[in-house]
């Protein structure tokens, strides 16, 4: 491998300020920045000084961050007429990972998708620190474990195919410029100003030099001032330091709107949507009214958001994702819910309701051509014309062009199938949005240029590398300029301002713990002092750095939170020394958050509201379901049965708990069709029984597999079947320890009325007991007590319920049938001993115990249930959870009963 000479020589900087910088520009420098926010920024100033001088128009100031200037540079090797031989063709980032993932995927076989990309990017890290920081290539020192003899091995085949095909990478461009400033084949500048950097490495320092031999300037100076106050401030947590950072933003520019002032975040990225929500709240509330969500900010995000996050671009990747094979649900419901295909507000409703409908399915995965046909269907509430032609376009496109073809013809290809399906919508769009569809087209046409690197791909490949780009590209819109700059740490450098808050600089974060790259051999990168290599330089460069940027501003505020969820936090010792500020020093705004002055400035009123109209009808669907709900909730009662106000079908992958539920109870109706009695299973040989339930088992499969053809698979039939038959035989053996009994009832419907309303009734199971009267049972997959089939508002009231239907003194008990590994028992409570283990005399059971009889035991279930229903049907609906939070956790209504805000309400009186 090559080893570019290493130089030792440290630039000397210089202090200096924007002026100077400014006067040096009239003298034709050119000024390269360490990073492109502050090449901006002294855009900005060099075209307010020349306006402020009169002038009407002035030439470009050649200012340019350091990765432009080497690519600037290479343009002009490129095309410079001076130069014989082509040099290469340098490779994009996006190019470069494609040939290091395809040479790790040749060395290492079949590596899964999510490995790779991470090992892909942690092995191009390590190419560039070896180039940028000169670490010696001796082979013999990559022999001491396998990743880094990995990457030698995988670093010697890029070499090769680099080599072989005429591609450079940007790791080793300044050596290659280097030898083109050498030779004189570059025009260099009288005067190289560098500023914004806070180090050099090895690389850089000899590129510089390459410059300053030919008599050019250099200069490295830094940008700096003197603060007038500093100190730190310990805030509670990270949510509390964000109110604060933006409460004293607020503060500062309504003293003075044209202050320039930063807001540092270390964990920027982490953090981004909490502190945009916060300060919009603070410093422009207004934005957090819908109709005013696109208002011109007051403030800048540095960090932008991965591509795929904006939604007309993740809708693009969805709406791509349809040509698979196997669609995944989830997917579907995004393409659905979407205002960026054609029609998508005019079929709002009918595609919501065809979301619904696809998720009543129970299936993960669907096809393009199942989505369609229900699309298609006519003459239902879910029917989307629009949506199938659109559909029907797509698939159209998607037959013919499947074939495996290059990354530009693919990329053509996507463009037509986006069209097809009328992407990006029918409405105007945004400035964003227009903004991230230019972006889009940008990811398009770079992926274009694959096809440097790439013959051709399938359209799984193709679709994984889309995603892959468009997932690591961070985009920004463009946004006016603002006065508060919110920063990463390590973007500060050169930027000066009025005010800055540098937050969240605790003991975990600051100095950041060592994270040496696994690939290169860790005594070399401590012996070059490679970033990140040892925690000693990590305390230096924050020590560095924490120095610096706290000469950037005249006040500078520092904070960091006490705690993060139950972790005790420290201030980071490298902030020891600042004197320690209050909230009333900074002088900070006392303006409440807009949520909480809209909360405070409300007049209430207090309506009764909670008794709907009377219930007129004579059946309701849902049969013991009603009971449930209303005696967790009455409101929940109300919305779900009577205004069918239902929460969408949860999507999970596999079986759901209700078809896994569904299946135990056919396996056990249909065992016990065969069996009748204990006596007949007690006749059965072990190895009887174990092939008995193996067939019912398979054809309860058989029976419901078809229904969820893409789901429930060979391989999941052959899992589900193991652990029912291991279920259903652990729970018979249980049973035979029984006394003699018959069952009379499996899975019985019959119908129950109550104050004139119908009820329809489903009874896992009647036995008839040996001593006499009937045993209700209930199959139950999850946790049970008897004690929910007590109280006013039991939790399980569907078997008190059933026992209103044996009104001839025949009941004997009623039972619960726990069938879940590990936990196969009977829970109930019975008129007498019974001498089933788990089932206890109603004498003997906590709950019972003060009854004088069985009887009245009945009569205070049918009680309870002739209140639930009466209160059903007089329309009690308050918004009442038994039990809050517990009854509330998975109830999706909260949008509509809004249980928050009445207990917030309840809190606050
Ligand atoms: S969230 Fe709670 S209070 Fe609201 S409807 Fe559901 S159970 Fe009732």
């Known amino acids: 491998m090559e080893n570019p000479a290493m130089t030792t020589r440290p630039f000397d900087a210089r202090q ?165 400033v050498q030779i004189d084949s570059l025009s260099v500048p009288n005067e190289l100003v560098l500023t914004g950097f806070d180090e050099w490495t090895p690389q850089q320092s000899s590129f510089l030099r390459a410059f300053e031999q030919t008599g050019c300037s250099l200069q490295w100076l830094q940008l700096s001032g003197q603060p007038d106050r500093i100190g730190k401030l310990a805030c509670a947590d990270g949510r509390d330091e964000i109110r604060q950072a933006a409460r004293w933003i607020r503060q500062r520019l309504e003293e003075n709107p044209a202050a320039r002032i930063a807001l540092v975040v270390p964990e920027l990225a982490a953090q981004r949507e909490m502190i945009c929500q916060t300060l919009d709240e603070v410093l422009i509330p207004q934005a957090l009214q819908p109709e005013h969500h696109d ?130 919508g029918e409405r105007g769009l945004s400035s964003e949005e227009y903004q991230v569809i230019q972006a889009w087209q940008g990811v398009l046409r770079e992926f274009s240029t694959l096809d440097w690197v790439i013959r051709s791909v399938s359209l799984t490949e193709a679709l994984q590398q889309l995603r892959h780009m468009v997932a690591g590209t961070i985009f920004q819109p463009e946004s006016a300029e603002a006065p508060v700059q919110v920063l990463g740490l390590f973007e500060t450098s050169g930027l000066q301002f009025d005010y800055l808050w540098i937050m969240g600089l605790h003991d975990g974060v600051f100095p950041a713990s060592s994270r040496p790259n696994p690939f290169l051999p860790l005594t070399l990168q401590r012996e070059v002092d490679a970033p990140h290599s040892s925690a000693r330089r990590e305390l230096r460069v924050a020590a560095a750095l924490l120095q610096r940027i706290t000469t950037n501003a005249t006040e500078v505020v520092i904070s960091y939170p006490q705690r993060k969820g139950d972790e005790i936090l420290d201030s980071s010792p490298l902030i020891d020394a600042f004197p320690a500020l209050s909230e009333e020093m900074l002088a900070m705004g006392t303006q409440s958050a807009w949520r909480d002055s809209v909360y405070h400035s409300r007049q209430q009123e207090v309506l009764s509201e909670d008794v709907a109209p009377t219930f007129v009808g004579t059946g309701i669907p849902g049969g013991s379901k009603l009971f449930k709900l209303q005696a967790a909730c009455p409101f929940r009662a109300f919305a779900e049965l009577r205004l069918v106000a239902r929460p969408l079908g949860r999507i999970q992958i596999g079986l759901n708990a209700l078809v896994r539920g569904t299946l135990l109870h056919r396996v056990m109706e249909m065992v016990w069709a065969e069996l009748d009695s204990l006596a007949a299973l007690a006749n059965l040989s072990p190895g009887e029984l174990n092939a008995l339930v193996a067939g019912k088992v398979n054809e309860a499969i058989y029976e419901i597999a078809p229904r969820y053809p893409h789901t429930f698979g060979e391989r999941l039939q052959a899992l589900e079947s193991k652990r029912l038959h291991a279920l259903v035989l652990a729970w018979l053996e249980m049973e035979k320890q029984r006394p003699p009994f018959r069952v009379s009832g499996r899975e019985m419907e019959t119908e129950l009325e109550l ?38 508002r039991p939790d399980e009231p569907q078997l008190p319920l059933y026992s209103l ?105």
């Open 16 to 180: 200096t300020n924007i002026t100077d910088l400014i006067q040096r520009l009239d003298g034709c420098a050119t000024i390269v920045t360490g990073n492109r926010r502050l090449a901006r920024a002294l855009h900005q100033a060099f075209n307010q000084a020349r306006s402020a001088e009169g002038h009407g128009a002035w030439p470009a100031p050649d200012i340019l961050p350091w990765d432009a200037w080497l690519q600037q540079l290479w343009q002009e090797v490129v095309i410079s007429s001076r130069i014989e031989s082509a040099p290469g063709v340098l490779l994009t980032s996006h190019q470069e990972y494609f040939v290091w993932q395809e040479i790790l995927a040749e060395q290492s076989g079949d590596v899964p998708l999510q490995a790779t990309n991470e090992t892909v990017a942690r092995i191009m890290e390590a190419w560039q620190t070896l180039h940028a920081w000169c670490i010696p290539c001796r082979e013999a020192d990559f022999g001491h474990n396998a990743d880094t003899r990995l990457f030698w091995q995988l670093a010697s085949m890029f070499e090769a195919k680099c080599r072989k095909n005429s591609w450079l990478s940007v790791a080793v461009l300044p050596g290659i410029l280097q030898k083109y």
């Open 805 to 909: 239907a044996f009104t001839d003194d025949g009941l004997a008990g009623i039972a619960f049938a726990r069938i879940r590994a590990g936990d196969i028992a009977f829970e109930g409570v019975a008129s007498e001993e019974v001498s089933i283990l788990g089932i206890k005399s109603f004498e003997n059971l906590r709950h019972t115990r003060e009854a004088a009889s069985w009887d009245e035991v009945l009569a205070g279930w049918r009680q309870t249930i002739e209140q639930l229903v009466q209160d059903f049907m007089a329309g009690e609906a308050r918004v009442s959870p038994k039990q809050y939070p517990q009854t509330c956790t998975y109830c999706e209504l909260k949008p509509l009963c809004r249980i928050g805000e009445s207990l917030e309400a309840v809190d606050d009186c």
């Open 755 to 792: 104050n004139g309303l119908r009820i329809n009734l489903r009874i896992d199971r009647i036995d008839t007991l040996e001593e006499g009267g009937e045993l209700l049972i209930d199959y139950k997959t999850g946790e049970v007590k008897a004690s929910a089939w007590f109280g006013d």
């Open 295 to 424: 208002r011109v900010r007051s403030y800048n995000l540095s960090l932008g958001k991965p591509l795929d996050r904006y939604p007309p671009v993740s809708l693009a990747l969805d709406v791509l994702g349809l040509s698979e094979t196997v669609i995944e649900l989830p997917h579907v419901s995004r393409v659905l819910r979407s205002s960026f295909i054609a029609g998508g507000d005019r079929e709002m409703n009918a595609r919501a309701l065809l979301d619904a409908r696809l998720r009543e399915s129970g299936e993960w995965n669907l096809t393009l051509q199942k989505l369609l046909t229900n699309a298609a269907r006519s003459g239902q509430p879910y029917s989307c014309p629009l949506l199938a032609e659109c559909l029907s376009n797509l698939m159209k496109q998607v037959k013919v062009s499947l074939a495996p073809t290059s990354p530009g013809e693919w990329a053509q290809r996507f463009g037509q199938w986006l069209k097809a399906i009328g992407w990006p």
